[in-house]
């Protein structure tokens, strides 16, 4: 009997991919019927396939939940292999690969490809400065936000000149960052692997991100992931390279690098952590001769939206007129007052982690994962659904950060469920802000709360101290 038990877990899993399968391809089939009827405009307001949609992927999220819980409290035999693994997992991702975005931003992404390989440098001219045949869907007339390691991405996919096969290239690209970063997960997991594996390539919110929408996130979780890996074989530099290397595709992955100077330091390692500076004054002097020679130029990279949406902002924009109060300037003085309280947090983190002599890969992920979850809740004020996906990739396989991780996952619910951009003015705006707010930093306080009741060391959001195996 229990040598039977892996091949039984084996075909349970299965089974449990097969009815999120079917709900993934029907999830497909609207998108696809969205998005050859555009007339129809879906996703505006409220429609009755607007609502079957949200409803399909209510679905498939409670699938995963059920999956997880159960894969969660049975014992298993870890898989021999990466592949094993991730064996279950491939009709689903066929079927987020095969599903058209929702978003607009792949065709942002080819646009912006577009404009480097006709010689227009996307970091100095505004996205209006040159016609291409992904102009017409472009929404944001700025200069490109993304980091140089993304425009290359971009510049390759936008070779094929079609928005149909340039997204297709895209989707194959993110779905070889999502796998990559699965694979970080199956190193980095000491125990569960398998389970923490497949929570990760399943994971409904990082599919709708990664693969459904053709998200440029995917490739800054699989270079955060790596550099975590980089960390706990005791490779700092190649770990600083693979942090580095995901700022320079988003802008906001740079607190990993603060972190990482951190642990360098938090070790005593001042020799790395000064070849550290010297790696990336190059970086930045080899960019400053090239894409970005003028001061405009590196702006470009914290260019935000000019919108607001899913945000404490938001709220009082909307609340305004309603409540008696001017909202613009009160969303005004609340940034401001957010943006000092976030530098406060980070700086406390960061010091934090500097008196910690066991600080490694799992400890910098959840500070990183934490950091960046405070900006979304608290800082931002607008914030796309897809930003949960990363704190999901730094806390899904990561067992430092058990209660952030469920936070994570509930913060990403609340957020996709919507499949908007969460900007809107109405009463339906406001509702979808607070629910991307309320329900997680709920949680987020309560953890906070209960980890101070129980005098958890260091005060942290995690439910336990561990120190990473160099070894594994």
């Known amino acids: 009997m229990a040598a039977a038990r892996p091949q039984s877990s084996f075909v349970k899993d299965i089974l449990a991919a097969r009815s999120g399968t079917a709900l993934a391809w029907a999830l497909a089939a609207m998108l696809g019927y969205a998005a050859l009827h555009p007339e129809l405009n879906i996703f505006e307001g409220f429609s009755l396939p607007r609502l079957v949609l949200t409803l399909a992927f209510v679905a498939i999220c409670a699938v995963y939940w059920l999956w997880l819980r159960d894969a969660a409290r049975a014992a298993r035999t870890e898989s021999a292999s990466f592949a094993r693994a991730a064996a279950p997992t491939w009709p689903v991702l066929a079927a987020a690969l095969v599903s058209p975005p929702i978003s607009s931003d792949p065709l942002l992404y080819l646009h912006y490809g577009t404009m480097a390989l006709e010689g227009k440098n996307p970091y100095l001219f505004p996205s209006s400065a040159l016609t291409s045949p992904f102009s017409s869907s472009v929404v944001w007339d700025q200069t490109c936000a993304y980091g140089p390691v993304a425009l290359a991405s971009f510049s390759l996919a936008a070779r094929l000149a079609s928005a149909f096969w340039g997204v297709a290239a895209l989707k194959l690209l993110w779905l070889g960052a ?3 970063g699965g694979y970080a997960c199956f190193r980095l997991a000491s125990e569960r692997r398998t389970l923490l594996t497949r929570a990760f390539l399943f994971n409904p ?5 990664y693969l459904v929408d053709a998200h440029v996130d995917a490739l800054v979780a699989a270079l955060l992931l790596w550099g975590c890996v980089a960390m706990t074989r005791d490779r700092g530099r190649l770990a600083l390279i693979a942090f580095a290397a995901a700022t320079l595709t988003k802008g906001f992955a740079l607190p990993a690098l603060g972190f990482w100077f951190a642990w360098a330091l938090s070790r005593r390692r001042y020799a790395i952590a000064l070849s550290g500076v010297w790696l990336l004054a190059a970086i930045v002097a080899l960019l400053a001769l090239t894409l970005f020679p003028t001061l405009s ?56 982690a ?59 619910f609340c957020t996709a469920i919507t499949l908007s951009a969460g900007s809107g003015l109405s009463r339906a705006g406001l509702i979808g802000a607070l629910l991307a707010i309320v329900p997680a930093s709920a949680l987020l306080l309560f953890f906070a709360w209960r980890s101070r009741a129980e005098r958890v060391p260091a005060a942290s959001l995690s439910d336990m101290r561990v120190s990473d195996n160099p070894t594994g």
Request: some cysteine; charged content about 10%; overall charge positive.
């Open 297 to 352: 130029a590196w702006q470009s990279l914290l260019n935000l939206v000019p919108n607001t949406g899913r945000s404490i902002q938001h709220v009082l924009l909307l609340l305004g007129p309603s409540l008696g109060f001017d909202g613009p300037r009160a969303a005004a003085l609340y940034s401001w007052l957010a943006r000092g309280a976030f530098v406060v947090a980070a700086a406390t983190l960061w010091l934090r």
């Open 205 to 209: 919110i990082l599919l709708l991100a």
């Open 354 to 412: 500097l008196r910690s002599p066991d600080y490694g890969a799992s400890l910098l992920a959840r500070d990183f994962a934490l950091l960046f979850l405070l900006a979304c809740l608290f800082v931002v004020p607008f914030v796309p659904w897809w930003y949960s996906a990363l704190v999901l990739a730094a806390t899904l396989w990561n067992r430092a950060a058990a209660s952030l991780r469920s936070v994570a996952l509930v913060y990403g």
């Open 178 to 180: 999502h796998l990559f």
